[in-house]
């Protein structure tokens, strides 16, 4: 069944597993979601249920997208990435090729693209760098020089930075114990990026503090930055209220927004970074 | 091609379905995935007189066969949702239910006063936090004596007390039907802060977990108050769920949590009840409710 969802372009539709293979400390999934592929823009993310029929109640898990083909023997398939950190992440890494899996997507706001070709340097943390690569693909359609930074705590934290090299014209990669590329985080190494590139555009996946990190280098060098911020979601479609975050709004003032609805990705000059978790006090209610 | 009648009457409501989504579990949102003008009726999350921002999150949170849920009543306040979400429900033929909430008597007035002059209302649901027949009955007659005659209210009972005695001082101050429940106060701790895991400490637990629970308040106060209408709510993920509350005598239904997993649920519920009517060569919905009271024929007590 496919319930088609014409102003926001998500669909669900009963889907199943394909594969699931080991990358690194990472999972690397492939579903089978018809409808999902052609509505797919980079920065949109899916929410699948786990735990098969008998897990009635068990919330959904938002996945953010890594890849999608449109066509292919399968009619449609989803690629995501994500590390197995609570029993429903276990499960789907435990999946079998088959598994009937319900998915909603594609959901949430994309990251916006620029008008002119504009040179963009991708910032990705772990594996919440997996959707930065069909970014990178879109953005050299329009013929934007685009530079990725990956870091990771460890080596074996990275993800992507073999794909990195044959998507992009410079990858830079970092990890705090200095096992690969530079020592340090993602953060440290901005600054020196953005002025040897003169990048115009920041775009960055990953945890908080590395967005926070990022968005205020992106200020210091007059680029704009669009961060995909990663907080727990209850069902993806903008019911239940759990995914909110504290946004300044156009006209200055503090909305508790739905990062499901209004995001993932949000200008970094617009998250109010260091009251994520929080409700600051003069925040408002959602629209 | 099912044939039983799904048109009910909620105390003087007419609804063409007796299924409705939840306070705070369904509304806009749901439209790509689902026909709202298709349900009874769409009830919207609680509206407060202020804007409030919400609890802290995180605000939901698994259990076994359940969710616990303490969202704060994140929402615009009124003067918000009657500027943006109320004509939205108008234009796309959706019955909407107005839940809403208060801290006093006096705001609960305020808002009485003020949805009395809002069209495109046909009834208004009172969220009770507190399981207390002298609070509810007060609260009600407030809402009632300032909402125009042709408005139903609804009363909705938080479990914990005496859920018959709560419904007894809501009807006879003015509520035309109960909704029987809110969640259950409940509580998970996280095992690496060993904390709570909900930003707000303690929440309210729904889903499958309360279904049995949901029922015996619906089962209680069908019992006790034959006459009052009683919309049952808790744990429903399937058309029998729908149909059990039905049988212990509700008129309609509300879903909540399911569609929090499954946005198109309203849809394939409505069917699922269709098909239970059916196969039990049931007319309508209707001529379900309350039936589970009913002797077994040839039973001679
Ligand atoms: C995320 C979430 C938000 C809710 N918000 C409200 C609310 O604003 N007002 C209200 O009266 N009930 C609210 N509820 C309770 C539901 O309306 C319903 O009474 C309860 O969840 C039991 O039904 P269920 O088991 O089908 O979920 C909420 C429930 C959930 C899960
Ligand atoms: S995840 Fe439920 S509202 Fe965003």
Excluded at chain 1, 160 to 186: F, K, P, W, Y
Excluded at chain 2, 221 to 249: E, K, Q, T, Y
Aim: negative net charge; hydrophobic residues 45%.
């Amino acid at each position: 069944m496919t319930t088609a969802a014409p102003e926001t372009g998500a669909v669900q539709v009963v889907g199943e597993v394909l594969s699931v293979k080991r990358s690194g400390r990472y999972h690397h999934l492939t579903l089978v979601a018809p409808g999902v592929p052609e509505r797919f823009r980079p920065g949109t993310f899916v929410a699948v249920t786990v735990g098969g029929a008998m897990a009635e109640t068990t919330l959904r898990r938002a996945l953010p997208v890594h890849r999608v083909r449109a066509t292919g023997a399968y009619g449609g398939t989803v690629e995501c990435v994500f590390e197995a950190t609570d029993a429903g992440t276990r499960w789907l890494a435990a999946a079998a090729p088959g598994t009937p899996v319900d998915v909603v997507g594609p959901l949430g706001r994309p990251f916006a693209l620029p008008k002119e070709p504009v040179t963009c340097v991708l910032v990705g943390h772990g594996c919440a760098s997996a959707p930065l690569f069909s970014l990178a693909e879109r953005l050299r359609e329009r013929d934007c020089p685009v530079h990725m930074l990956l870091g990771a705590e460890t080596e074996a934290g990275l993800f992507g930075a073999l794909e990195a090299r044959r998507a992009t014209r410079g990858v830079t990669v970092a990890t705090a114990d200095g096992s690969v590329g530079l020592r340090g985080g993602v953060v440290d190494a901005l600054p020196d990026l953005l002025t040897r590139t003169g990048a115009d555009v920041v775009y960055a996946a990953g945890p908080a503090d590395v967005l926070h990190g990022v968005a205020l280098a992106a200020e210091t060098h007059g680029a704009w930055s669009q961060t995909a911020v990663d907080v727990p979601h209850g069902c993806g479609t903008g019911l239940c209220l759990t995914c909110v975050l504290p946004v300044v709004g156009e006209d200055g003032g503090t909305r508790m927004v739905r990062a499901c609805t209004e995001g993932p990705v949000f200008r970094g000059d617009r998250v109010r970074w260091r009251d994520l978790g929080g409700v600051p006090a003069d925040a408002r209610g959602a629209s | 091609m099912s044939g039983a009648d799904l048109a009910t009457d909620l105390a003087g409501m007419h609804l063409t379905s007796p299924v409705l989504t939840a306070a705070g579990c369904g509304g806009r949102e749901l439209a790509p995935f689902t026909d709202l003008a298709a349900l009874g009726a769409v009830v919207t999350r609680t509206v407060t007189l202020d804007a409030q921002a919400g609890s802290p999150p995180p605000r939901v949170a698994e259990t076994p066969s359940g969710l616990l849920h303490a969202t704060g009543a994140q929402n615009p306040g009124l003067q918000g949702f009657l500027a943006t979400e109320l004509p939205w429900y108008g234009q796309q033929g959706v019955r909407v239910v107005v839940s809403i909430s208060a801290g006093s008597l006096a705001e609960y007035g305020e808002l009485a006063r003020r949805l009395a002059t809002a069209s495109g209302i046909g009834a208004v649901e009172v969220h009770l936090a507190v399981p207390d027949a002298y609070q509810t009955g007060k609260v009600l007659n407030v809402v009632r004596r300032d909402l125009p005659r042709g408005t139903t209210v609804l009363a909705k009972l938080a479990p914990g007390g005496d859920v018959v005695d709560q419904a007894r001082a809501a009807v006879d101050n003015g509520a035309d039907a109960v909704v029987l429940c809110q969640g259950f106060p409940a509580m998970v701790l996280d095992p690496v802060t060993l904390r709570p895991v909900l930003g707000a400490g303690g929440g309210l637990l729904s889903g499958p977990a309360v279904h049995a629970l949901a029922l015996r308040c619906v089962w209680d106060v069908h019992a006790a108050l034959p006459d009052v209408p009683v919309v049952g709510v808790g744990g429903i993920r399937s058309g029998f769920d729908a149909l059990a509350m039905l049988l212990a005598g509700a008129t309609a239904v509300q879903l909540g949590s399911v569609l929090l997993r499954d946005p198109s649920a309203a849809t394939r519920i409505r069917h699922e009840l269709l098909d239970e009517l059916d196969r039990r060569d049931l007319d309508s919905a209707a001529d379900a409710v309350g039936l589970a009271h009913q002797q077994p024929e040839g039973s001679s007590r």
